[in-house]
């Protein structure tokens, strides 16, 4: 369970103030699909990264599990986000000098052995798709390639919530529905919380669940 309780954030420019959150509250239930729509500026992108841990925030609390993350010290929200939390970006962030499996592997390094890390590498490889491409470099593959990639890395910890920053912004619109469509099936087979940023209402509404942010707050 996600639970977003008042949160408010800003920056100081100058001597200017810019509010990005104000008063933001959200629950979303373990097991459900959300997206988050609202256009560039909105504040969707820092609310994701705040309930996800990345970026502080001036009031307010954020609970996963019950557990109120903001109190946690760096060390142990460091943790936390592996054990609970996959990222998915629209990026991909991929290491270009890694091959599909080596960067799958990454987020198990300091936890397993590096037989079980390759074992629970290859098998997220699989569920998305890409054992065949494991031994290629970014480079080599399509976007709609390396979104997957990504996907299998954000699901290699087995999280219980995965976090979505516009998965299929740099993608066509054929790859994006094939990302959409394997982020559902997860979703069912898994039983993962999913928390979508998007700008496309057309995948937005595919989610159980659309909420809308405005001028950071949400109106719907």
Request: with cysteine.
């Amino acid at each position: 369970m996600i639970e977003v309780k008042g949160i408010s954030k800003s920056y100081q420019v100058g001597e200017e103030s810019i509010c990005v959150l104000n008063n933001v509250s959200l629950h979303i239930e373990a097991g459900s699909y959300a997206s988050i729509v609202g256009p560039s500026g909105s504040g969707k992108s820092t609310l994701m990264h705040i309930v996800g841990g990345l970026e502080t925030f001036n009031d307010g609390e954020v609970r996963i599990d019950g557990e109120e993350i903001n109190k946690l010290n760096d060390a142990r929200l460091s943790t936390f986000r592996k054990e609970k939390i996959g990222f998915i970006f629209q990026q991909f962030q991929l290491l270009s000098t890694a091959t599909a499996l080596e960067n799958v592997m990454m987020p198990l390094l300091s936890f397993f052995s590096s037989k079980d890390v390759k074992y629970r590498a290859e098998e997220a490889l699989q569920k998305v798709g890409l054992s065949h491409r494991k031994h290629h470099l970014p480079s080599r593959m399509s976007g709609g390639e390396q979104q997957r990639v990504a996907i299998a890395r954000a699901l290699v910890t087995n999280p219980r919530i995965l976090l979505a920053d516009e998965p299929t912004g740099n993608l066509d619109s054929d790859t994006g529905n094939s990302i959409i469509k394997l982020m559902e099936e997860i979703h069912d087979l898994e039983n993962v919380t999913i928390m979508m940023i998007t700008h496309d209402m057309s995948i937005a509404e595919r989610a159980d669940r659309v909420v809308k942010i405005l001028d950071g707050r949400i109106v719907s």
